[in-house]
């Protein structure tokens, strides 16, 4: 069953049973209303019964009082015009019944007028001729009072009232029908079309399809999400596309100088003076441990596992001391730490790592001189008194497989600070890189710190 059609058929479920809720109320509540007056009238009556004991006796004239057949006795009460009234005696005999014919008599009613009770009283509906009535005993004098009155015209109302209330209802019903089909139709309109571009996507693998997005309701917010979604995809899927290209243009460089250097040692190697073996045993090795490198950082790049790691509370001077000390062993340089009690929510391993890229940069690329790290307010900076930046390579340093002119000729994949810059924004941050009053580079990030000790 489609979304459109529960939501036609639950708004007509609903105004049919509120509908039908208020008329069944209202049906109930005139029939009770009803029975109350019928029962209210039978009661005046009886009441006026018991305190004029000679209501219905003959009056002399030859009138027959309230019982009588043509006009009503002198003393008949006007409140008697809509009650029949029968008299009986102690024996179950009648004594004076209505014009219209005898009122049928019970063993109740027999009960009553046989009782000495004077408060005796008994209350049934009968059917006299055919015609529902409600029928009130009471004891009076020496017999008892037979009080009658039709119940034909409150039932006839109810019937309207359930007619009415039958008609309303499918009124109703309908126009929710339409309504339901209406409301509907606008609701999953716009999903259908979000579902038809899901269905795009699926079947031909393009992401750059037009996703509805207009509305401000939650299915404008639905469309809106999966189009950033199919943005952030194809965001992913040319950087993937872009990571391979340029990871094969960069593994071609060591690629090339091993087969180059494996190739020399085949065809000349009786000839080779032990100097020119070690030389291209030695060039071998760096060519392997370059491209060793390249495919570890490539594979960090390709699957990013340093979001696997656990957040936690961390001290960035602390990862910063561990980052100098291991750049120290690695190349006997002094290097310098001023460190704050600066605290994050972070991943300690991944600050570690782009702590320890840009520490090694500055040893790499700074033939001498103090590299000076500095942490403050969650701003950890790497000074070094090296050439410096030139304009041109400063936008372009956190690029991937960038490397200035200057630098080709040593070591490294060009990668080291596109890792840098993919873990700083992880974490919130942002990275930068200027030229140092006084001559180096000096190269950091920002990230949001939860305190400053």
């Known amino acids: ?19 039908a809720a208020i ?17 209210r009238s039978l009661d005046a ?7 004029r004991p000679g209501i219905g006796e003959p ?6 009082g309230l019982a009588g057949g043509g006009r009503p006795g002198r003393d008949r009460p006007r409140s008697f015009e809509q009650v029949l009234v029968q008299l009986l ?6 004594r004076f019944s209505p014009s219209s014919g005898e009122l049928p008599i019970s063993p109740l009613d027999l009960a009553v007028a046989a ?9 049934q509906d009968v059917a006299i001729d055919g015609e529902p009535f409600r029928m009130l005993t009471i004891k009076q004098g020496r017999g008892a009072a037979q009080l009658a009155r039709s119940l034909a015209e409150g039932q006839r109302s109810l019937q309207r009232i359930f007619r009415s209330m039958i008609f309303a209802v499918l009124v109703v019903t309908g126009l929710s029908l339409l309504l339901g089909w209406l409301i509907a139709r606008q609701v999953t309109r716009r999903l259908e079309r979000l579902t038809d571009v899901a269905g795009e996507v699926a079947a031909t693998g393009r992401l750059d399809v037009d996703v509805p997005i207009d509305g401000t309701d939650e299915t404008g917010q639905l469309g809106r999400a999966f189009s950033g979604m199919l943005d952030a995809l194809q965001r992913s899927r040319q950087e993937q596309h872009q990571l391979v290209q340029d990871a094969g243009h960069e593994l071609r460089t060591p690629l090339t100088s091993l087969r180059t250097n494996v190739s020399v040692l085949r065809r000349r190697n009786d000839n080779l003076t032990p100097e020119q073996r070690e030389q291209l045993l030695s060039d071998l090795d760096s060519e392997t441990r370059e491209l060793t490198d390249l495919v570890n950082e490539l594979v960090e790049l390709a699957t990013d596992a340093r979001d696997d790691e656990a957040v936690q509370t961390v001290r960035l001077g602390d990862i910063a001391e561990r980052a100098a000390a291991r750049a120290r062993r690695r190349f006997t340089r002094d290097i310098v730490v ?18 320890q890229n840009m520490v090694d940069n500055a040893c790499k690329f700074s033939p001498d001189g103090p590299v000076e790290v500095t942490v403050e307010r969650g701003r950890f900076t790497v000074r070094d008194h090296g050439p410096g930046l030139t304009e041109t390579d400063i936008p372009h340093l956190f690029d991937r497989f960038y490397r200035s002119v200057e630098m080709r000729s040593k070591p490294g994949s060009g990668l080291g600070l596109s890792i840098v810059q993919s873990i700083v924004v992880a974490h919130g941050g942002e990275v930068f ?19 400053n000790d």
């Open 1 to 19: 069953m489609s979304l459109r059609l529960k939501i036609v058929l639950l708004l007509a479920v609903l105004a049919a049973t509120a509908t």
């Open 23 to 39: 008329g069944v109320v209202s049906y109930r509540t005139t029939r009770h209303e009803l029975d109350e007056t019928v029962a």
């Open 45 to 51: 009556a009886a009441a006026q019964i018991r305190n």
């Open 59 to 64: 009056d002399g004239d030859g009138d027959e």
């Open 89 to 94: 005696a102690r024996d179950g005999g009648i």
């Open 115 to 123: 009782s000495r009770d004077p408060l005796a009283q008994a209350s």
């Open 338 to 355: 001023d460190a704050d009690g600066s605290l994050l929510d972070g991943r300690p391993n991944a600050l570690e790592r782009a702590m």
């Open 433 to 451: 890189a200027r030229n140092a009053n006084g001559g180096g580079a000096a190269i950091g990030f920002t990230v949001p710190v939860t305190s």
